[in-house]
């Protein structure tokens, strides 16, 4: 059927005959009721219906006569006038006439009066039921005429097409006043019927007729449109375009439009298809759109014609993957090939035509190679699937070569492993992206801890040596993976084989692989071989004041000092000082060491003062005043011993060294024969650490000092109220003990935790608890029995302090951390940050702080915690990028977006883990958050090409593309992208997600849209 629409006003002079009946008798025409009803005929005919009617009223009102033939016809007059003048009765007196008399001639007339009305009234239903009782042979030649037009008409509008055709046909050679009207509306059905040929003959009679020239021509350009003769359309419609109502001007241009189109002169083509679009949106489908979106590409006006395009790609049809395909082409003109890759895509999988799909495949496969952005790129899939269905296309080794880049381009180097390893012949170029793909698939297990996965990787990397350079740095990945899991022999293995390639020299690793095999050894207490490669590190490392160089001569220092080659050590000790970077405190006190060995106490004493002045809230800084208090000592300075003792009980009383200074004290004291003060500072550490081996030996040298006093009976009293002091008990106590700590020494843990638990059910407050306690938790880790562990470990906490509690507590808050007690947790960490005195632990403290903080929402805290962990030396990348990480989220957590921003941006940049990744989308949040969509958009991007094995937030980043697309204007590219994660993340939680923005997206497009939205035309004008 016709799809335009022309609304036709036709002026039908419908002309209605007069019936007259000359029954009445010639005797009655001068007298009543004849003469009134001779009066009203004469009056009907002569078209006076008024005073026709009152004299018919009057023969009427004669009901003595109401039977006869004159009081019916008057009847019927009457009515009819009645109709003529428009009266509200004049159908219900037709009717009644007929019900009263249907035997009577003029019932059939009156039929056919009343059909009349009908029609007038538009009620073509009802008047063709009349018309259809109407008796023809008593109608006159021009109420004939009418009566087959009005009921071809009525026919016309009830759409009964044959049989309007029907009566139609009986005037279409009839030279009546309807034949005209009759030849139209002929001419009107066979084009609806689409029988142009006919609508096309009937139509041209018409042409010069003045009720129709301005109709006929625009039917018979759209017969001319339907045909195909558009060379017609133009002649005849361009001419016509500008005197045309503004009601069918529309429909032209669309017309005009078309055939300059179809002709493909798409520039002329244009003006006409813009009007149609502009005047007659609503009537406009698909494939409208489709061409005023091709003439617009076909301008250069790309991107106009996208967002045509873009309508047109709502179903799934030919003709949606010819508008994904052109569509793609506009985002490459507008460099926009983010959005042209997913055109390509859409185009490629909707597979109606074979040459576009492949075309845009390969396209597809193109850009995905140059954006490496979207995290769901199937090209490689596709390519896969391609190469798989036309193992004989001519465009295989494209296909190959494609394939191979894409896997390197994607940086999604878990699915790329999936698919290169379903290809069973791998050519040189292949090959070699599998060798990479394998490489960097290792890289980001290492990077996640999964070491041993690394070592796999990287063992078939090197195996693939199409790259000889990167099958050597393989092997300095699986040295690294192998020292990670603290396989040394494996770490040296692997190294070795790297450097002795021919490769290494030239490898960015080179220096880390002799720096890190110099550790290697150093670990395993091969100091030789250890001095050996840091000082091959040292000779071609590049950076000579680094972190690692630094550490480095520390290192062949320390090797040095345990071979007792002190004068080397001290060498390398004060070359690490130049530089500065790391434990200059360590490297102080090591240095101390060696003077001291070398008996250069001045020396050793003046380096100790250094380290203490520079760094006095080093862990070692008790050490150091211990050190130089006994190396005055052995040098007999009894008074500068007693100095430095005092000035370390008095600066770090919570030290372990302050119980060791205190007994030192109180010894000095009792050696000068200053009993007094000996027994009063030896009875103050058997007090303050009760049970511990100071307070031990500060009770032995307690009870000679009483003895040579002659004052026993004092020593008994007060060693009467200790505990450790019952001399039968003690020796029980560590008889018991011993044994249980021969079974743990011998490795044998159950014997030993049983012992263990022995001897703490006889001696709970036993001298030796803290270590039976320590002891028996590090067997029940070993075991894996971590809340009996925990338990033992709380038990040495709460005991008085020994060379345990720094351990237990550290191990505790790590456990209690493990099982998400944080509250528990937390005390144990703040505390480490008193007490500890190895580096370690301190880094720890801090570090169990800001953890356990982050989870209580203390966030102030966090931030603090965090800050001391970065200000402390030797903190690793790992705590470096969290600590950034969890400030950047206590930050965002307190409305403080600024210093958030800057905290995720470093771990960002810091980080290729999980955490950079997490980082990377809060920065791409932030940015939304502040309408910086632009931006936010790229960062979404870097999110995909740097992230991409961090499947998680990288669909989380293209959920939050989507709402920058929508503040953009760019609805069609937000579904598109929901729609992708839709069909090609795995997790089910944010599919859904996706799934329920993308009903919202599309139900707030559709309500703003609404009465824009292209409608399926009427294939009927």
């Given at each position: 059927?016709?799809?335009?629409?022309?609304?036709?006003?036709?002026?039908?002079?419908?002309?209605?005959?007069?019936?007259?009946?000359?029954?009445?008798?010639?005797t009655a025409?001068?007298?009543?009721?004849?003469?009134?009803?001779?009066?009203?005929?004469d009056?009907?005919?002569?078209?006076?219906?008024?005073a026709?009617?009152?004299?018919?009223?009057?023969?009427?009102?004669?009901?003595?006569?109401a039977?006869s033939l004159?009081?019916?016809?008057?009847?019927?007059?009457?009515?009819?006038?009645?109709?003529?003048?428009?009266?509200?009765?004049?159908?219900?007196?037709?009717?009644?006439?007929?019900?009263?008399?249907?035997?009577?001639?003029?019932t059939?007339?009156?039929?056919?009066?009343?059909?009349?009305?009908?029609?007038?009234?538009?009620?073509?239903?009802?008047?063709?039921?009349?018309?259809?009782?109407?008796?023809?042979?008593?109608?006159?030649?021009?109420?004939?005429?009418?009566?087959?037009?009005?009921?071809?008409?009525?026919?016309?509008?009830?759409k009964?097409?044959?049989?309007?055709?029907?009566?139609?046909?009986?005037?279409?050679?009839?030279?009546?006043?309807?034949?005209?009207?009759?030849?139209?509306?002929?001419?009107?059905i066979?084009?609806?019927?689409?029988?142009?040929?006919?609508?096309?003959?009937?139509?041209?009679?018409?042409?010069?007729?003045?009720?129709?020239?301005?109709?006929?021509?625009?039917?018979?350009?759209h017969?001319?449109?339907?045909?195909?003769?558009?060379?017609?359309?133009?002649?005849?419609?361009?001419?016509?375009?500008?005197?045309?109502?503004?009601?069918?001007?529309g429909?032209?241009?669309?017309?005009?439009?078309?055939?300059?189109?179809?002709?493909?002169?798409?520039?002329?083509?244009?003006?006409?298809?813009e009007?149609?679009?502009?005047?007659?949106?609503?009537?406009?489908?698909r494939?409208?759109?489709?061409?005023?979106?091709?003439?617009?590409?076909?301008?250069?006006?790309?991107?106009?014609?996208?967002?045509?395009?873009?309508?047109?790609?709502?179903?799934?049809?030919?003709?949606?993957?010819?508008?994904?395909?052109?569509?793609?082409?506009?985002?490459?003109?507008?460099?926009?090939?983010?959005?042209?890759?997913?055109?390509?895509?859409?185009?490629?999988e909707?597979?109606?035509?074979?040459?576009?799909?492949?075309?845009?495949?390969?396209?597809?496969?193109?850009?995905?190679?140059?954006?490496?952005k979207?995290?769901?790129?199937?090209?490689?899939?596709?390519?896969?699937?391609?190469?798989?269905?036309f193992?004989?296309?001519?465009?295989?080794?494209?296909?190959?070569?494609?394939?191979?880049?894409?896997?390197?381009?994607?940086?999604?180097?878990?699915?790329?492993?999936?698919?290169?390893?379903?290809?069973?012949?791998?050519?040189?170029?292949?090959?070699?992206?599998?060798?990479?793909?394998?490489?960097?698939?290792?890289?980001?297990?290492?990077?996640?801890?999964?070491?041993?996965?690394?070592?796999?990787?990287?063992?078939?990397?090197?195996?693939?040596?199409?790259?000889?350079?990167?099958?050597a740095?393989?092997?300095f990945?699986?040295?690294?993976?192998?020292?990670?899991?603290?396989?040394?022999w494996?770490?040296?293995?692997?190294?070795?084989?790297?450097?002795?390639?021919?490769?290494?020299?030239?490898?960015?690793?080179?220096?880390?692989?002799l720096?890190?095999?110099?550790?290697?050894?150093f670990?395993?207490?091969?100091?030789?071989?250890?001095?050996?490669?840091?000082?091959?590190?040292?000779?071609?490392?590049?950076?000579?004041?680094?972190?690692?160089?630094?550490?480095?001569?520390l290192?062949?220092?320390?090797?040095?000092?345990?071979?007792?080659?002190?004068?080397?050590?001290?060498?390398?000790?004060?070359?690490?000082?130049?530089?500065?970077?790391?434990?200059?405190?360590?490297?102080?006190?090591?240095?101390?060491r060696?003077?001291?060995?070398?008996?250069?106490?001045?020396?050793?004493?003046?380096?100790?003062?250094?380290?203490?002045?520079?760094?006095?809230?080093?862990?070692?800084?008790?050490?150091?005043?211990?050190?130089?208090?006994?190396?005055?000592?052995?040098?007999?300075?009894?008074?500068?011993?007693?100095?430095?003792?005092?000035?370390?009980?008095?600066?770090?009383?919570?030290?372990?060294?302050?119980?060791?200074?205190?007994?030192?004290?109180?010894?000095?004291?009792?050696?000068?024969?200053?009993?007094?003060?000996?027994?009063?500072?030896?009875?103050?550490?058997?007090?303050?650490?009760?049970?511990?081996?100071?307070?031990?030996?500060?009770?032995?040298?307690?009870?000679?000092?009483?003895?040579?006093?002659?004052q026993?009976?004092?020593?008994?009293?007060?060693?009467?109220?200790?505990?450790?002091a019952?001399?039968?008990?003690?020796?029980?106590?560590?008889?018991?003990?011993?044994?249980a700590?021969?079974?743990?020494?011998?490795?044998?843990?159950?014997?030993?935790?049983e012992?263990?638990?022995?001897?703490?059910?006889?001696?709970?407050?036993?001298?030796?608890?803290?270590?039976?306690?320590?002891?028996?938790?590090?067997?029940?880790?070993r075991?894996?029995?971590?809340?009996?562990?925990?338990?033992?470990?709380?038990?040495v906490?709460?005991?008085?302090?020994?060379?345990?509690?720094?351990?237990?507590?550290?191990?505790?808050?790590?456990?209690?951390?493990?099982?998400n007690?944080?509250?528990?947790?937390?005390?144990?960490?703040?505390?480490?940050?008193?007490?500890?005195?190895?580096?370690?632990?301190?880094?720890?403290?801090?570090?169990?702080?800001?953890?356990?903080?982050?989870?209580?929402?203390?966030?102030r805290?966090?931030?603090?915690?965090?800050?001391?962990?970065?200000?402390?030396?030797?903190?690793?990348?790992e705590?470096?990028?969290?600590?950034?990480?969890?400030?950047?989220?206590?930050?965002?957590?307190?409305?403080?977006?600024?210093l958030?921003?800057?905290?995720?941006?470093?771990?960002?940049?810091l980080?290729?883990?999980?955490?950079?990744?997490?980082?990377?989308?809060?920065?791409?949040?932030?940015?939304?958050?502040?309408?910086?969509?632009?931006?936010?958009?790229?960062?979404?991007?870097?999110?995909?090409?740097?992230?991409?094995?961090?499947?998680k937030?990288?669909?989380?980043?293209?959920?939050?593309?989507?709402?920058?697309?929508?503040?953009?204007?760019?609805?069609?590219?937000?579904?598109?992208?929901?729609?992708?994660i839709?069909?090609?993340?795995?997790?089910?939680?944010?599919?859904?997600?996706?799934?329920?923005?993308?009903?919202e997206?599309?139900?707030?497009?559709?309500?703003?849209?609404?009465?824009?939205?292209?409608?399926?035309?009427s294939?009927?004008?």
């Amino acid at each position: 059927m016709n799809r335009y629409v022309f609304i036709i006003l036709c002026s039908v002079v419908i002309t209605t005959s007069a019936f007259f009946t000359a029954s009445a008798q010639q005797t009655a025409v001068y007298q009543e009721p004849g003469a009134s009803y001779n009066l009203g005929v004469d009056l009907y005919q002569k078209e006076k219906y008024g005073a026709a009617s009152e004299q018919f009223e009057k023969v009427i009102r004669f009901r003595e006569e109401a039977g006869s033939l004159l009081y019916i016809n008057a009847r019927y007059y009457e009515a009819v006038c009645a109709l003529e003048l428009e009266h509200g009765d004049a159908e219900y007196k037709l009717q009644n006439f007929i019900k009263k008399y249907p035997e009577n001639s003029n019932t059939r007339l009156a039929y056919y009066q009343l059909g009349k009305h009908q029609f007038s009234n538009g009620d073509f239903r009802k008047a063709l039921e009349s018309f259809s009782e109407v008796d023809q042979f008593g109608l006159s030649r021009r109420e004939k005429a009418e009566l087959f037009f009005k009921k071809g008409y009525a026919y016309f509008q009830t759409k009964e097409y044959q049989r309007a055709k029907s009566e139609f046909r009986k005037l279409l050679d009839r030279e009546t006043s309807y034949q005209s009207s009759a030849i139209f509306y002929y001419a009107q059905i066979a084009y609806l019927e689409e029988d142009y040929p006919t609508a096309l003959e009937y139509f041209e009679k018409l042409k010069k007729d003045i009720r129709y020239r301005k109709t006929i021509p625009l039917y018979l350009v759209h017969i001319y449109h339907q045909q195909g003769v558009y060379d017609k359309v133009i002649a005849e419609g361009v001419p016509m375009y500008e005197s045309v109502s503004s009601r069918d001007k529309g429909t032209l241009a669309h017309l005009i439009g078309n055939a300059y189109y179809q002709a493909g002169d798409y520039q002329k083509a244009l003006p006409y298809l813009e009007f149609y679009s502009r005047t007659n949106r609503r009537s406009m489908d698909r494939s409208d759109y489709y061409q005023l979106a091709y003439a617009l590409f076909r301008n250069k006006r790309y991107n106009e014609a996208a967002r045509f395009f873009q309508d047109v790609a709502a179903e799934k049809d030919s003709l949606a993957q010819n508008a994904y395909y052109h569509l793609a082409y506009c985002y490459i003109k507008e460099d926009q090939k983010q959005f042209a890759s997913n055109a390509f895509a859409s185009a490629y999988e909707l597979d109606y035509d074979r040459e576009i799909t492949e075309d845009a495949l390969f396209n597809y496969a193109k850009l995905s190679m140059e954006i490496s952005k979207d995290p769901y790129n199937t090209s490689i899939q596709n390519l896969e699937k391609y190469l798989e269905d036309f193992p004989d296309s001519p465009r295989r080794t494209e296909a190959h070569k494609y394939l191979a880049s894409l896997y390197l381009s994607t940086n999604n180097y878990e699915r790329a492993l999936q698919s290169i390893e379903k290809i069973q012949y791998k050519n040189p170029e292949m090959s070699s992206a599998y060798q990479k793909i394998l490489f960097y698939r290792g890289v980001e297990l290492f990077n996640q801890h999964n070491f041993q996965g690394a070592i796999n990787h990287f063992k078939q990397a090197e195996a693939n040596a199409e790259n000889k350079k990167m099958a050597a740095e393989a092997n300095f990945w699986t040295g690294e993976a192998f020292y990670r899991l603290k396989n040394h022999w494996g770490a040296m293995k692997y190294y070795k084989l790297f450097l002795q390639s021919g490769y290494a020299k030239s490898s960015e690793f080179y220096d880390a692989a002799l720096y890190n095999l110099g550790y290697t050894y150093f670990k395993r207490e091969d100091y030789k071989n250890a001095i050996a490669y840091f000082d091959k590190y040292l000779q071609v490392s590049g950076d000579k004041g680094s972190k690692m160089t630094n550490d480095a001569l520390l290192r062949i220092a320390d090797s040095y000092i345990i071979h007792k080659r002190y004068e080397q050590a001290i060498r390398y000790y004060d070359k690490a000082l130049e530089i500065n970077k790391i434990d200059g405190d360590y490297a102080l006190h090591q240095k101390a060491r060696a003077q001291g060995a070398l008996g250069k106490f001045d020396d050793k004493i003046y380096t100790l003062n250094a380290l203490v002045n520079q760094y006095s809230n080093s862990t070692l800084a008790d050490d150091a005043l211990y050190d130089i208090a006994t190396t005055y000592l052995l040098i007999n300075n009894n008074r500068k011993a007693l100095q430095y003792f005092n000035r370390l009980c008095n600066t770090y009383p919570k030290s372990s060294m302050a119980k060791k200074g205190m007994l030192k004290t109180g010894l000095i004291y009792y050696n000068e024969n200053k009993n007094q003060e000996a027994i009063r500072t030896l009875k103050e550490v058997i007090s303050k650490y009760p049970g511990t081996s100071e307070s031990r030996e500060a009770l032995s040298s307690l009870q000679n000092i009483y003895v040579n006093l002659n004052q026993v009976d004092k020593y008994y009293a007060f060693a009467n109220d200790l505990s450790f002091a019952d001399i039968s008990a003690s020796e029980q106590d560590s008889v018991t003990y011993m044994a249980a700590e021969n079974s743990y020494m011998d490795n044998h843990c159950d014997e030993a935790i049983e012992a263990f638990s022995s001897y703490l059910e006889k001696f709970p407050q036993g001298f030796f608890a803290p270590n039976a306690n320590y002891y028996m938790a590090e067997c029940l880790m070993r075991q894996d029995k971590r809340e009996e562990a925990l338990e033992a470990y709380e038990n040495v906490i709460r005991l008085p302090r020994t060379r345990f509690t720094e351990n237990a507590m550290l191990n505790a808050g790590t456990l209690q951390l493990e099982q998400n007690n944080h509250e528990k947790a937390l005390p144990h960490f703040t505390a480490l940050e008193e007490i500890a005195e190895n580096k370690s632990s301190l880094l720890k403290g801090y570090a169990g702080q800001m953890k356990c903080n982050y989870q209580l929402a203390n966030y102030r805290e966090t931030i603090e915690a965090a800050e001391k962990l970065l200000r402390t030396e030797t903190v690793s990348n790992e705590l470096i990028n969290e600590a950034h990480f969890l400030m950047a989220h206590s930050y965002l957590k307190t409305g403080d977006a600024t210093l958030a921003e800057r905290e995720f941006s470093i771990t960002e940049k810091l980080t290729d883990s999980e955490l950079g990744a997490e980082s990377n989308y809060y920065l791409a949040f932030l940015a939304y958050k502040k309408d910086k969509y632009k931006e936010a958009e790229e960062i979404i991007f870097r999110l995909a090409e740097h992230y991409a094995a961090y499947d998680k937030w990288v669909a989380k980043g293209f959920i939050l593309l989507a709402d920058v697309y929508v503040k953009l204007d760019n609805v069609f590219q937000a579904k598109q992208t929901l729609q992708s994660i839709i069909d090609n993340y795995k997790g089910d939680e944010l599919k859904e997600v996706a799934r329920k923005k993308l009903e919202e997206i599309s139900t707030t497009d559709t309500q703003e849209t609404g009465s824009e939205t292209p409608e399926k035309k009427s294939n009927l004008y």
